[in-house]
């Protein structure tokens, strides 16, 4: 596959609120003749558009997949749909989703979302990755060369998705750096369509580790999709502290930066980070951010996250950590018993404040962080995708 091109699926259905074969945005289409006839018309609905700022009931027509009118006179169909009190879109880009399974896929198509990218932890495997979708997704995917993955595969770590070994608690040699920086570069070669990164989970990579893996993705014109190394209140490892690191990296080495959920590393300081992002943008540097609207995260409980010292830095105690196979909160006891053990965790950390201001920010985007559909005592991300927490093309 081209770099910087996603892999295209055959959507099998269309969602009536949203236009999910949109995959072609063409709002500037003029009027048909009256006598057109069209393969499929979306008829009263209320037509969005954030690129042209259209946002008028309109009747759309389209044939051979694409918007051929856009009018707020009637149009002839084939077949018709009428969406009166719906909205119609473009389709969906989630940039942040983890669950890149058939099932999460299917209940995307339905919320409209024809584009399902992983792009914070992504993949060691970029050529694998895409060989296991490719002809079988129901919606368009793509993929991240991983720096968490890839350094567990340096590092031998024993870990599954995140590492809980040396590649979460050791420094790499100049050998072993050597050789994750060859892994990355064979990533794009192959496909990758970003960086992703995760500091907080790889904490013992020391700041240069971090700087080389942006030069990489510059070399590649590829955007670098951090998880912040710290996410607390107490100086010096907070937010912002980590936001500064990775905002240096991008201003010396040229890399597009992206944070990921800005609530869940910036806490109750979410707004000054959004202010940094914003001075950023000001200032010329390629730097954008996301969230998504909830006021707890998710992570495994035997992760970096957990190391010693959790509790002060993010403010919290083991009652706000909830075991989701039980739904039960944590006390000490159980905390270390389920941390032996491994598992999914939801964090209860994020003051709704700073949710209700990182939603409401303009320049914030909006993605799920969802992840694979496992059944109801998860995080809301893992139980079903939601259609308000999708950026639009």
């Not at 050789?179 to 995760?198: C, D, T, V």
């Not at 998504?292 to 992570?299: L, Q």
């Amino acid at each position: 596959m081209r770099r910087g091109s996603f892999r295209r699926a055959r959507i099998a259905a269309i969602a009536i609120v949203f236009a999910s074969i949109v995959l072609t945005c063409a709002v500037g289409a003029g009027l048909a003749a009256d006598d057109e006839k069209y393969d499929v018309v979306i008829a009263n609905g209320r037509v969005m558009d954030p690129e042209s700022g259209l946002d008028a009931v309109r009747n759309v027509g389209i044939s051979d997949g694409k918007i051929r009118a856009i009018s707020s006179n009637s149009l002839q169909g084939k077949t018709t749909m009428d969406a009166k009190g719906l909205v119609v879109a473009p389709g969906f880009i989630d940039l942040h989703e983890h669950g890149q399974q058939p099932r999460n896929y299917q209940f995307q198509a339905h919320d409209g979302v024809t584009t399902s990218l992983e792009l914070e932890v992504g993949t060691s495997d970029v050529a694998g990755w895409y060989a296991e979708r490719e002809g079988k997704a129901l919606i368009n995917f793509g993929v991240s060369i991983g720096h968490i993955p890839v350094r567990m595969k340096v590092m031998h770590d024993p870990g599954g998705m995140l590492p809980t070994g040396d590649a979460a608690h050791r420094a790499a040699t100049p050998e072993e750096l050597a050789e994750i920086g060859a892994e990355m570069e064979k990533g794009f070669r192959q496909g990758a369509l970003a960086e992703g990164m995760g500091v907080n989970y790889t904490a013992a990579a020391s700041h240069w580790e971090i700087v080389e893996m942006f030069r990489i993705a510059a070399r590649h014109g590829a955007s670098v999709h951090v998880h912040l190394r710290y996410a607390g209140l107490k100086e010096p490892t907070t937010g912002l502290a980590a936001l500064e690191e990775v905002l240096a990296a991008a201003a010396a080495t040229g890399a597009p930066l992206h944070v990921v959920h800005i609530t869940s590393m910036g806490l109750k300081f979410t707004p000054e980070l959004i202010s940094m992002v914003e001075g950023a943008q000001r200032h010329g540097l390629d730097v954008t951010t996301e969230c998504y609207p909830y006021t707890a995260g998710s992570t495994e409980l035997q992760s970096a996250i957990f190391d010693p010292g959790w509790q002060e830095s993010l403010g919290i105690t083991y009652k706000d950590v909830q075991w989701t196979e039980t739904g039960e909160r944590l006390t000490a006891e159980t905390f270390e018993k389920y941390r032996k053990k491994g598992g999914v965790v939801v964090i209860h950390s994020i003051p709704e404040d700073a949710a209700r201001t990182a939603v409401a920010n303009p320049i914030v985007m909006i993605a799920s962080d969802g992840m694979r559909i496992t059944g109801s005592k998860v995080h809301p991300r893992g139980t079903r995708n939601i259609f308000e927490a999708w950026t639009l093309c």
